[in-house]
């Protein structure tokens, strides 16, 4: 019998998983994949309420989620490829300019 | 169960029965529009067939030939790229419907292996994950002529899946629903309603960018053989590039499916609608019948009177002989159930399955005739040039389609 | 029954698809584990009757954003002989999973939600038209919103990835 807090605990395991994959991973094209993994348990989120509640809202959002997150996972690539144009590195720890 | 396992086995059968047809119906076609004879040679113990046998003779090369995986690649990609190209094209058949629904007991069995609510939006996700097959294929060969032809390709690729979709947004208006069953459904007998007549501006758009979408000539630069030595699988080997092959044959086939059922009604047949053939079910199957004998008669016997000994003084006379024989058998086959089974008392099931044969006749006959309009266009037209290529995409069609949806919009409205 | 089977499948691929994206030193690896994370999360969706939704994650997540990321490592060259290995932060990991590790322990003993069943739906919960139904009534503001918000990022993805003209 799967329940709401499954669902909600999938969500849970899901953002804390992106959450230690950007927090560990150091390359920045991996750490916006780990975004996009967050953004994801989110979705799920609201799905599972919007069916556990029988309401069509939650559907509607998770539709803006998605399209604020394709909209940020183009602009953060662009910024991403001016930044290697510049410093030919993609490690978030060569960036290391302001540490005075 | 078995339904489901049934359907979903068919289509991807039918697949792969029609992907060495269109292998043979290329190259005689090509040949017979640039005026030679094309292959025919290849014959088993003196049957030719008019070159059919070159398929399985590719075939039988591609899969006894070594299978070189280079040390450079990446092999996970590089073994997993044909697979998905192939799959992609194997999935999208799951929608499409191939008659109309039967009603056994009540229950409708419908001619798909699923009936989606978001059929069309089911068909544009299938479309976009076609991309993954070519760009692995490309960077796992880990060679800068592959890289180039997969990131042309998947450029091509996603630039035209825009144009694509907004055209298949004015059919959706039109229909008003997402479902095949109903937009074919919707599309009535008349050929004069069909959604070619209603939309001729976004069937003009579809089909430019399935042909973009499979790489085809006008827009195949990616795999282009004089430019880029056929592109991103210029790595593959054997059955690997079989695959590659077998995926291009199979989205060209899945490209007319879909042109078949959202333009042309599917599996409309023109003028005659599904109750008027399932309550003349019988009248229909004698018909049916009566002109497959007569077919059969005539090619057995046209073929038998072109026998003459000693033509090329091997097997190879037989051939008509046998062929001849083999029409003219089939023909007397036919004319013996006729006669000892007329008249024929079909049921309502049998009426409804008779019907149902009949429509999927029909909607073959229609993906076939869109395959040799592929195989037409190629053979006729020049390539594009990419940077003409991404312009047609992006400055012509996309404000083309969003012109047209505008204007389907504003006039439902109206 | 095949509910349960079929939602123990699907969130286990996608947990250990997300795991193998973390852990890869390939970043075009990451991308496809990625890419497959999003088809099991499209079946879990499915599983809770959002056709539509499902059907959006496939088309955008999997379709386009995904191919962008995988089109932007191409571009930018970055091969697996060429990456340094990454030194992992166990210490911090560890620490971090311990600490995420009891906060869900205090969430599940504090917070006891009675366990009620799902609501019954209709058979069009889900679908097209009930979505379009609610965008453009309640959420019409929005949307119209999020289409100039995708026009912005596109004009900006645009600017920033010219070339300078010398």
């Known amino acids: 019998m799967i329940t709401i807090h499954h669902y909600l605990g999938l969500s849970a395991l899901l953002f804390t998983l992106g959450l230690l994959g950007l927090v560990i991973r150091k390359n920045l094209i991996i750490m916006l994949m780990c975004i996009e993994v967050l953004m994801n348990a989110v979705n799920l989120s609201f799905i599972a309420i919007a069916r556990y509640l029988n309401l069509m809202d939650g559907h509607v959002v998770s539709f803006f989620v998605m399209a604020v997150a394709a909209a940020e996972a183009a602009v953060g690539l662009a910024i991403l490829v001016v930044l290697f144009r510049n410093r030919q590195t993609l490690q978030s720890s060569d960036y290391h300019l302001l540490r005075g | 169960m078995i339904t489901i396992l049934l359907k979903i086995l068919v289509p991807f059968l039918v697949i792969f029965q029609i992907i060495p047809l269109l292998v043979w119906a290329e190259r005689k076609g090509s040949a017979f529009i640039q005026d030679r004879h094309g292959p025919n040679r290849a014959s088993f113990g003196g049957l030719r067939l008019g070159g059919l046998l070159h398929s399985l003779a590719d075939v039988i090369k591609l899969i006894s030939k070594e299978d070189i995986i280079p040390s450079h690649v990446h092999k996970p990609f590089y073994l997993l790229a044909p697979f998905m190209a192939l799959l992609v094209a194997c999935v999208t058949f799951a929608v499409i419907p191939f008659a109309h629904p039967l009603m056994i007991d009540g229950k409708a069995f419908t001619f798909q292996a699923a009936d989606l609510n978001v059929g069309v939006l089911y068909i544009l996700s299938m479309s976009s994950l076609g991309v993954f097959g070519v760009m692995l294929g490309g960077w796992a060969s880990n060679n800068k002529y592959a890289l180039l032809g997969s990131v042309r390709s998947s450029a091509q690729m996603i630039s035209y899946e825009i144009a694509m979709g907004l055209s298949l947004l004015t059919i959706i208006l039109m229909s008003g629903s997402l479902e095949l069953n109903s937009i074919v459904a919707l599309q009535g007998v008349n050929p004069l309603n069909w959604n070619i007549f209603k939309q001729p501006l976004a069937w003009i758009i579809f089909t430019t960018a399935a042909f973009a979408e499979t790489n085809r000539n006008p827009f195949d630069l990616p795999e282009g053989e004089s430019e880029l030595v056929a592109g991103f699988h210029v790595e593959y080997s054997s059955m690997k590039f079989g695959m590659f092959f077998m995926a291009e044959y199979a989205h060209i086939i899945i490209a007319s499916a879909l042109i078949s059922t959202l333009f042309f009604g599917g599996w409309q047949i023109p003028f005659l609608s599904t109750e008027v053939v399932q309550s003349h079910a019988d009248l229909g199957l004698l018909i049916f019948l009566v002109v497959h004998l007569v077919l059969f008669l005539m090619i057995g016997l046209k073929l038998l009177s072109k026998y003459k000994k000693g033509r090329y003084g091997d097997n190879r006379d037989n051939e008509v002989l046998i062929l001849g024989s083999l029409f003219s058998a089939l023909a007397l086959g036919i004319a013996a159930l006729t006669f000892f089974f007329a008249p024929f008392h079909l049921g309502d099931l049998g009426s409804q399955i008779f019907t149902a044969v009949l429509q999927v006749g029909i909607f073959l006959g229609k993906i076939l005739f869109f395959c040799w309009f592929f195989i037409w266009i190629r053979w006729t037209l020049p390539r594009f040039r990419f940077d003409q290529l991404m312009k047609l995409g992006w400055k012509i069609l996309l404000p083309l389609a969003l012109a047209n949806l505008i204007l389907t919009a504003v006039w439902l409205v109206l | ?166």
């Open chain 3, 1 to 166: 029954m095949t509910e349960t089977v079929l939602f123990y499948i699907f969130s286990s691929i996608t947990v250990l698809m997300v795991l193998l994206m973390i852990f890869q030193t390939n970043p075009i690896a990451s991308a496809m584990f990625l890419v497959f994370a999003f088809f099991s999360l499209a079946a879990l969706y499915v599983l809770l009757q959002a056709p539509f939704v499902a059907m959006l994650q496939i088309m955008v997540y999997a379709g386009a954003v995904m191919v962008l990321f995988i089109f932007v490592i191409m571009l930018l060259n970055l091969h697996r002989d060429e990456l340094e290995r990454e030194r992992f932060h166990w210490k911090q990991a560890g620490l971090i999973a311990m600490a995420l590790a009891f906060a869900g322990f205090l969430i599940n003993h504090f917070v006891k939600i009675p366990v009620l069943p799902f609501r019954e739906v209709s058979a069009s919960f889900g679908e097209v038209a009930s979505v379009g139904k609610v965008l453009f009534s309640d959420y019409v503001i929005p949307f119209e919103l999020t289409s100039i918000l995708i026009l912005v990022a596109v004009i900006g993805a645009v600017l920033l990835g010219k070339k300078e003209l010398e």
